[in-house]
C-alpha cells in the first residue's frame, strides 16, 4: 500500500489556485500574509547560494500561479540582490486571468531595505509596470532615498530599523491586501518573530544538500509559531508542494 499525496498534475491552474487561496480570510481589515519557500529536504534553502536550483517545474508553476493572486510581492533587499531580481512582471496568462478579475495586470513590487543599497538605474525600476515601494528607515541615507524617490515610492517604517509591523500596515493602508512574500530567510526572520506569517507555502526539494546552507528562516522569535496543514501535493520528481496556515 503506498501513502502518497494526490499529484499536481491532475489540478488545472484555477484548481491549483483556489487550493491555495481556499480559507485565506482577513483581506478586509489587515490584509493576508503568504510567504512561499522552497527547501531541500535536510533544511537548505539554498544550492549553490541560490534557491532557483531547487523546486523544479512544479515549485515554478506555484511560485507564478501565487504572483497571480497577489496585489504586492514583498520581497526583502538580500533576496533581491542575490537573486538577481528583475522587474515585477507577469507572463500573459496570468495578466489575462487578472484583467478578467478586474485586478490590475501586475502586482506591485515592495522591496525592504534599510541601507537602500540598490540601484535605481536597475531593471527592478526601470522597467517596472508598476511604479515599486521600497520599505526603509527615517534614518536611512538621505541622497541615496532621494535617488530611488525618482523611480519608486520609498516609505519610512521605522527609525533605525524596519518594522515589519508597519511594512504590513502601510501595505494594506495602500489597498495592498494581499500580500504574497517570497523571502528572504532574515526577513521571514522578522515577520515570524512578530507573529505576522499568516501562511507558508513550502516546496521540499527531495535532495540532500549536505553543506552548510542556511535554512528559510534566519533570527529569534520569543515564541514556536503553530502552522496547520492545509494540503500536501506531490509535484514532478517527488517535490512536495505543502500549504500551512497559521493556527490562531
Ligand atoms: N529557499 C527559498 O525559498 C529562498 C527564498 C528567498 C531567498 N533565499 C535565499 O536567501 C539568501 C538571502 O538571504 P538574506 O537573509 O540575506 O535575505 P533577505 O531576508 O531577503 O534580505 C535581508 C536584507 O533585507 C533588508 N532588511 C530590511 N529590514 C529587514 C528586517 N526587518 N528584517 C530582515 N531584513 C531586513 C536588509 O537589507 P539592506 O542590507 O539593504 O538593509 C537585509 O540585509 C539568498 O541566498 C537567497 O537565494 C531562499
Given at each position: 500500500m503506498t501513502h502518497l499525496p494526490g499529484s499536481v498534475?491532475?489540478?488545472?491552474d484555477d484548481d491549483l489556485l483556489a487550493a491555495y487561496t481556499?480559507?485565506?480570510?482577513?483581506?478586509?481589515?489587515g490584509g493576508w500574509l503568504r510567504v512561499n519557500f522552497v527547501s531541500s529536504?535536510?533544511?537548505?534553502?539554498?544550492a549553490a547560494g541560490r534557491s532557483?536550483?531547487?523546486?523544479g517545474p512544479d515549485d515554478l508553476r506555484v511560485f507564478d500561479l501565487l504572483r497571480r493572486a497577489a496585489d504586492v510581492v514583498l520581497v526583502a533587499a538580500g533576496t533581491v540582490r542575490d537573486e538577481g531580481y528583475g522587474p515585477m512582471v507577469l507572463h500573459d496568462p496570468d495578466v489575462a486571468w487578472r484583467r478578467a478579475r478586474g485586478a490590475a495586470d501586475h502586482p506591485v513590487f515592495a522591496i525592504v531595505t534599510g541601507?537602500?543599497?540598490?540601484?535605481?538605474?536597475?531593471r527592478v525600476f526601470t522597467e517596472a509596470p508598476v511604479r515599486p515601494i521600497v520599505l526603509t528607515t527615517s534614518a536611512a541615507d538621505p541622497e541615496r532615498r532621494r535617488a530611488l524617490e525618482a523611480v519608486a515610492d520609498v516609505v519610512s517604517c521605522g527609525e533605525d530599523s524596519v518594522d515589519p509591523v508597519l511594512v504590513r500596515a502601510a501595505l494594506v493602508d495602500r489597498g495592498l491586501a494581499r500580500i504574497h512574500c517570497e523571502g528572504g530567510p532574515s526577513f521571514l526572520g522578522s515577520l515570524v518573530a512578530a507573529d505576522l506569517v499568516d501562511e507558508l507555502c513550502l516546496s521540499i526539494d527531495p535532495?540532500?544538500?549536505?553543506?552548510a546552507g542556511g535554512r528559510i528562516v534566519h533570527g529569534s522569535s520569543p515564541e514556536l509559531r503553530r502552522m496547520r496543514l492545509a494540503h500536501v501535493l506531490r509535484g514532478a520528481g517527488d517535490v512536495l508542494l505543502t500549504r500551512y496556515v497559521r493556527a490562531r
Open positions: 498534475d491532475d489540478l488545472s481556499d480559507g485565506a480570510e482577513g483581506t478586509a481589515g529536504l535536510d533544511g537548505s534553502a539554498t532557483g536550483s531547487l523546486g541601507s537602500l543599497g540598490l540601484d535605481p538605474a536597475s535532495s540532500l544538500e549536505g553543506g
